[in-house]
């Protein structure tokens, strides 16, 4: 079975796939169209079209600008003259046995409440989340007293899936089964459409991992998460 055919293969490299399909409207490309990026603001993440190709890595650095940092998802080491600045090792999870939810007490969250969501985010550290990010999917949370106490959303959309991301409580909220809560309501979401869930998490976060493993997901593949500096100057 070729690598286009198998169930998921989109998956296998999903920034590109995300900015080829459903994303395209974010996406900045090199000028040979074998690479391609998020905007700053909405998300860090950059993709090659074929990771073995190095004109695809060229079109990066051309698209990036020298001495430039991004990140990119699942890749072989960068060749000469790229400076892997972050190596983390990462799991991917298919969320199609999970039961979507929806929750009564979620609220839809938009640009209005970004400077709140960014103070969430900085507490709870859910990994990248900049104030245009909020575009790119759908996005909720819960309040108590008035304050965003946790939130969830959509990130990345290669087609036919979704990835839940920027999962995160207030330290004061947790335990209480707030994340669960609204991943599922999300999820909720994304079956709601067609489409399928998926996500991403840092391999050491072992409680959130444990979380979406008690859920319903299932482990996909163990992805390594690089941030990378482009050459300091063009070839």
């Known amino acids: 079975m070729s690598r286009e055919s198998r169930p998921g293969a989109v998956l296998d490299n999903p920034v590109w796939t995300a900015l080829e399909g459903p994303h395209r409207g974010f996406a900045e490309t090199g000028p040979a169209g074998l690479a391609a990026r998020y905007p700053v603001g909405v998300a860090p993440f950059a993709a090659l079209c074929d990771p073995e190709d190095p004109q695809a890595w060229a079109d990066l650095a051309d698209l990036v600008g020298p001495g430039q940092e991004v990140w990119l998802t699942g890749l072989p080491t960068p060749p000469a003259g790229w400076q892997t ?14 039961r979507g939810k929806g929750d009564p007490e979620t609220v839809r969250l938009g640009p209005a409440d970004v400077p709140e969501m960014l103070e969430l ?17 759908t996005y909720l949370g819960i309040r108590r007293g008035g304050r965003l106490v946790a939130m969830a959303g959509e990130r990345m959309r ?5 990835e839940i991301s920027a999962v995160c409580t207030h330290p004061e909220h947790r335990g209480a089964g707030l994340a669960g809560r609204l991943v599922r309501a999300v999820v909720a979401a994304v079956e709601e459409r067609g489409d399928s869930p998926f996500l991403h998490a840092a391999a050491q976060n072992t409680s959130a991992v444990g979380l979406y493993l008690s859920m319903g997901f299932t482990l996909r593949r163990e992805p390594v998460f690089i941030g990378v500096r482009t050459p300091d100057t063009k070839a």
């Open 121 to 137: 985010v900085e507490l709870a550290r859910p990994g990248p989340f900049g104030e245009r990010t909020v575009e790119l999917g």
């Open 158 to 162: 290669p087609p036919g899936w979704s």
């Open 85 to 98: 600045l972050v190596s983390l090792p990462g799991v991917q999870l298919d969320g199609r046995p999970v």
